[in-house]
């Protein structure tokens, strides 16, 4: 059973526009929720996090937004460049430090 | 910059195999993990370290095995390595501190067993 679901596979978004991920949760015991990115052929790399003592962190052009009665967040990227398409993935921790990660969503951004 | 590394990036071997997936990191820390992950598939936790002599197995039930005699280094071994392996498999490590913070990873190793 997946705790950490992202059911979106594929994105694909006009560069300068908004792009809006979605990730949803089953555990309500995660109180830490993370946005990894990651090229082909490469680790993933860290981008933002929340915990769930807050709805909303900014960094950047990286926003990502926790609605935890409804135990979904999203991450939105705007604008949306090129170098932004890769792979986001979902995590989340709670009483245990292990990430549980969702299936990613592949981001495309276009000219 | 994090400062972890994972060798072969790339293998391919026949069934049967000994293979050892090497992971270092400089950064002191205490925690590493080994995650496996298929193409459009979730990472899953396959092993975990908290220190020195302590591993432990992590969610998804894996035949390898790891170590950890030394902080820096926890290296990941299948003694007879099948097609059923063929994954890509990502080290990472955070700081003790606390339950939260990020995790740092490796470039991953694509494993690819024949």
């Known amino acids: 059973d997946q705790q950490v679901k992202q059911n979106s596979p594929s994105l694909s978004v006009q560069e300068g526009r908004i792009s809006i991920l979605n990730c949803d949760y089953t555990?309500?015991?995660?109180?830490?929720f993370l946005w990894y990115k990651k090229y082909p052929a490469e680790g993933p790399t860290f981008l933002i996090s929340?915990?769930?003592?807050?709805d909303k962190n900014e960094d950047g052009r990286f926003t990502v937004f926790l609605n935890k009665s409804a135990k979904h967040l999203s991450l939105h990227i705007v604008p949306s460049q090129p170098g932004d398409s890769a792979v986001y993935f979902c995590?989340?921790?709670?009483?245990?430090?292990?990430?549980?990660f969702g299936t990613g969503t592949r981001l495309q951004v276009f000219p | 910059e994090a400062d972890i590394y994972q060798t072969p990036r790339y293998l391919v071997i026949g069934t049967g195999k000994k293979i050892t997936l090497e992971c270092s990191q400089t950064?002191?820390?205490?925690?590493m993990y080994w995650y496996q992950q298929d193409p459009g598939m979730e990472l899953h936790l396959i092993h975990y370290?908290?220190?020195?002599?302590?591993?432990e197995k992590g969610d998804l039930s894996s035949e390898s095995t790891v170590s950890r005699i030394r902080t820096e280094h926890f290296p990941l071994t299948l003694e007879s390595a099948r097609p059923s392996h063929t994954s890509q498999y990502l080290c990472?490590?955070?700081?003790?501190?606390?339950?939260?913070?990020?995790?740092?990873f490796g470039e991953g190793s694509r494993l690819t067993v024949l």
């Open positions: 929340i915990s769930s003592i807050k």
């Open positions: 950064m002191g820390h205490d925690k």
């Open positions: 555990n309500s015991m995660f109180d830490y």
């Open positions: 995590a989340a921790s709670g009483n245990t430090d292990k990430l549980i």
């Open positions: 370290s908290y220190g020195v002599n302590s591993t």
């Open positions: 990472a490590s955070k700081t003790r501190d606390t339950n939260t913070g990020e995790l740092f």
